[in-house]
């Protein structure tokens, strides 16, 4: 089974300042790698897949990049609805599906 | 756009088992994968196992082998998760969730607490 290991596990931001969230496989999912964001008291919201491609509706300050073992989302000047929990989630060879175990994105 | 309705919260003893469902409200499932995603309180994401309704295959986290079955009724266009000899560590949030195929997730049920409990 593929292991996600997100960093760091908790992530201290002012508003308006660049968030940089890193996500790494213990072998090369190539580009199959998906980020999601969670608010608490909420299902996650699917913000990235295929490593950068920007889901509908999301806005361009998120954004995704990466391949193989190493991938890194930014979100640039956040805003207050980003402080969140972030994961990345691997769908290389199809399942089993496996999950990050989370950054925190809280305000500094 | 199709919304995933699930069923309730529950409430079980130790030893028991849990069927959540989770409905294609306005839609169906077509050729979409649909996935059981586990979060225990205040922890991670867990993916448990999925399947394709259209042809009825399913996977599974080695994790819940033997222990979840997920099945499908494309007439209701519903999907069931059965999860059975539960303990308190079973007792969180599950999520069915809907993709392309198996692969990334691009829409949520609300979820559905199940407490095991004495």
């Known amino acids: 089974e593929i292991v996600m290991t997100q960093s760091p596990a908790t992530l201290s931001v002012s508003p308006g300042e660049r968030a940089t969230l890193s996500c790494r496989a213990t072998?090369?999912?190539?580009?199959?790698l998906a980020w999601y964001q969670q608010k608490p008291g909420q299902a996650p919201r699917l913000l990235i897949y295929?490593?950068?491609i920007r889901a509908t509706g999301i806005p361009a300050r998120f954004s995704g990049s990466g391949s193989g073992t190493d991938f890194t989302l930014t979100i640039t000047s956040l805003q207050s609805e980003d402080f969140a929990v972030y994961y990345c989630?691997?769908?290389?060879?199809?399942?089993?599906?496996?999950f990050g175990g989370g950054t925190k994105v809280e305000i500094k | 756009q199709v919304q995933l309705v699930q069923s309730g919260a529950e409430v079980k003893k130790p030893g028991s088992s849990v069927k959540v469902s989770c409905k294609a409200s306005?839609?169906?499932?077509?050729?979409?994968?649909v996935s059981w995603v586990r979060q225990a309180r205040g922890q991670g994401l867990e993916w448990m196992g999925g399947i394709i309704p259209m042809f009825g295959t399913t996977n599974y986290a080695q994790k819940f082998h033997g222990s979840v079955t997920i099945t499908a009724d494309e007439s209701s266009n519903t999907v069931y998760m059965e999860l059975s000899g539960l303990t308190s560590e079973d007792t969180g949030v599950y999520y069915c969730a809907k993709g392309l195929g198996l692969r990334w997730i691009e829409s949520w049920g609300q979820g559905t607490l199940v407490t095991v409990s004495s």
């Open positions: 072998e090369s999912v190539r580009s199959n």
């Open positions: 989630q691997q769908y290389n060879n199809g399942p089993p599906l496996t």
């Open positions: 295929g490593a950068l």
């Open positions: 306005g839609g169906t499932f077509s050729g979409s994968g």
